[in-house]
């Protein structure tokens, strides 16, 4: 890779504990900016423990305790410091779940929702940004008839894509994905994966996936995860043809367990 | 080896058998409400009629009225609602969303389910001691919507927290992922989405406390009333009166109960028509519930 | 290396390797016998080596599809990728050493019925052969139990036999200038030492693949494995 990367986010020896259990040990990883960064691993790896970690969703659940840093550029600034509200990490890191989660509102509402939060009132604004997320999210022409109809009339992958939008709308800096695709059919696995690649010449991506050959589809670099540490990371190509490290080998080829 | 289509045939006989049991059991509970009502339908119907709802009561059968009744329920159930509602909406979110999950809280819980337990009558006590004489209100509405929203909190309380439970944790992390506090999450999505299931709840708590009897009585609300409390709007400036609120008054049940207390049969007649008018606002207040769930959960997928 | 996860995915995986080194022990026969052929005259030998490239030529069509089914079902990554990615390049090596063995057939069997005087450097040629065929044999065992020393060593020797092949010709450009009438002959033995100079070249591609498929380095082209600078040849 001869092009220059800049970092947008860094762990710094990151351990997660959920009560006494240490789900992450000691995890240093650099994300870099307007890439897309995988997470693989099997079950209970801790990478979607891991993705978490960046928009401090595990605060919404008691008994958990972060321990080091993780830092995000261009101001360095620490997530996880004590001082910090994981309101305004949210606002600057969005977030795309497994399931795709609309609200039980209309399509418009749906992507408004974030600017709204913001205390956006002006309606011309939102109007402007609501149809810009929906473009930028492959989805403008399916709903633009139906704005105002529920969001729950959409396809399974239409609904995802707006729930893309969504996380879209508030221009976030880092984009997190957890396992997106999973519930949905192949047509519109594909369709993601061709958004995300549109996505990242604008916003980084850091994405969890049990899906190898979607990783390797995807994904500039790869990082393998087991057991909370981090085994290998690496350009995506590289790992996935000549991993330096065995265990990365055996999961990748299968022969894991 | 047994052949299997005989095997299958007892096992489904034993079905029909269990079918047919619960039937049979549901029948009786069908069957004795049914008979009550139309034997106090056939007895009361044929005192209805416009002046029956329009009078006051009085000493001749034949004129007297459920008027003051009538009124005195829909204003002491107007108070209980507007006691019942905001504070068991609240409580209600409260322990579902903000509540830590540690011992304290797990005590409230406990007290709030005790609460249902409650006899109503010591409801009644309690609204005696402390509303009609400690704090001033008199034997008036405003006792009886307070110690009647007190009675029905505990089913507000519960049909909010079921109501919250069933929104899908998914919904609130996509709230929170946006980067909502937790007021606006509750305020945007916790509220609208379990408001089928609250006004269920609040609407089948009035329709309980509408027949409550005991507590009412307790706390002084007069068998004979032949006024009605003051008007809430006025023609003369403030336009809008409390004064009702502090008024002595009426209640269907309590009016029924009078009149089966006196000797004269035509007085029964009366109590059956009145008992015949209670049922239907309770069965219409329930039937509302339903399509008010109805209407509220068409959006909701979940 | 551990079992796969999955246990027909080993078998089918162990059923092409084997297939493979079946296929080279046919194409190792072939070039033997041809060179038999042409040792003893046997025009019945190098028609049997000639009907017999049909069987290698079935053998690699059937290898590629199976190869073609286990990346479809597969989708194999790193070292299993390496694996079918050399094996389907080995597998067309060794198709055409099975070619250059039934061109020696052919020239065998065109000396052999043309008659007339025979050339001399048959013992060179005889030689050379052997050595690429020790080449073949090293290197298809090296595949087996992927050695990689063994691969380099292989790789090393192609030089060798490239300086034999040269050697055989200089040979024949004098026996050509000192008597005319064997220069028909003498060319066929050219074509003979330039398909034996052939497949010691396939069967340093195949070890080439070999080093692939365990270290991940591509070594091909890139001259770092010769002992000896080559002329081209």
Redesign the interface.
Known sequence: MSEVLTTKAEARKLSFYYGDFRALKGISMSVHERKVTALIGPSGCGKSTFLRCF?R?HD?Y?GNRYEGEILLHPDNANLLARGVDP??V??RI??V?Q?P????KTVFENVA??L???GESSRRRIEEKVEQSLQDAALWDEVKDRLHQ?A?NLSGGQQQRL?IA??LA?DPELLLFDEPTSALDPIATASIEELMHDLKERVTILIVTHNMQQAARVSDFTAYMYLGDLIEFGVTDELFIKPKMKQTEDYITGRFG | MKPIKDVIRRRKRWDAIFAVCGLLALMVGVLTFVALFLDMALDGVGRLSWDFFTSFPSRRPGQAGILSAWVGSTLVMLTTAFFAVPLGVAAGVYLEEYA??NWVTDVIEINITNLAGVPSIVYGLLALGLFVYQFGFGQSILSAGLTLALLILPVVIVATREAIRSI?Q????????????QW?TVR??ILP?SSAGILTGVIIGMARAIGETAPVITIGALTFIAFLPPAPVQAEPPFVSFEWLLSPFSVMPIQMFNWTSRPEAAFHANAAAAGFVLVLMTLAMNGLAIWLRYRLRR???? | MTDHASKQYDLDLDSIRSRVLAMGGLVEAQIRRAIDALSTGNVALSEEVIEGDHKVNAMEVSLDEDCSQLIVRRQPAAGDLRMIFSIMKTVTDLERIGDEAQKIARMAKNIHERGGPQAPPVVEVRHAAEAAISMLRRTLDCFARLDTDGAEEVIRDDAGIDTEFRSILRQLITYMMEDPRTISTSLEIVWIAKAIERIGDHAKNMAEYVIYIVKGTDVRHTGQMRGTPTLDA
């Open positions: 928009n969703m919404l008691p309101i305004e949210r606002m969005g977030m779940f399931k989660n609309p609200f039980p929702y974030g709204r939060v913001r529920p729950y729930c969504r996380a508030t | 830590a999950k899908p998914a919904v609130r992390e996509g709230s929170y992922a946006l980067g909502a506090t606006q945007y999505h989405y959006n909701i997928k979940w």
